[in-house]
C-alpha cells in the first residue's frame, strides 16, 4: 500500500478551513450589538427589561418596547417591515426612526441622533438618549446605569 500525499491540496485544505473560520467568527460580529452591563432603572427604582440593553458604537441601545414604558396615554405603534421603520404617535404627536438614519422625528421634531436604530432579532433598538427624548424624560448614564427620571405634571 503506497500513501501519496498531494502537498498542494493539503496547504488548500488548511486556507479553506481558516476562511471558514474567518467568515465565522468575525464578520458577524459588528453586525450586532454586544450585551450591555447597564441596568434600567426609571425614578430610581430598578426595572426588568424584556430585551438585554445592547451597546454599539459606544452608546446605549434601549428596546423600543421596553422605552415605551414611561410613555404615558395611549399611542399607537405603526412597523414599516419594507424600509424598516417605525413611526409612533402619542397625544404629543408622532416619532419616526429608520435602522440605520442618524437622523430621526421625535415628538414632530427633527432630530440627530447620537447613533442609529438598529434590528436584532426583530426588535427595534433606540439610542437610550432618544428613549428619554420621545417619553419626555430625562435620562443620566452612570457606569452601571440608564436612569430615566419622569416628573408628573
Known sequence: MI???NKIGGI???KYIIWIFILLFFLPAPCFGSESHYRLMINAKLQTTKHP???REEQVHLALEDGLILLEGDYTIHLNTQDRSVTVVTEGGYSYFAEGHFFGV?????VQLPSPPFFEEGVLYLPAS???RLTGSYLIKSKSYLQFF???Q
Open 3 to 5: 500513501l501519496v500525499h
Open 12 to 14: 488548500f485544505l488548511k
Open 53 to 55: 440593553l445592547l451597546e
Open 106 to 110: 421625535v415628538q414632530n421634531k427633527l
Open 130 to 132: 432618544a428613549c428619554a
Open 150 to 152: 419622569k416628573w408628573k
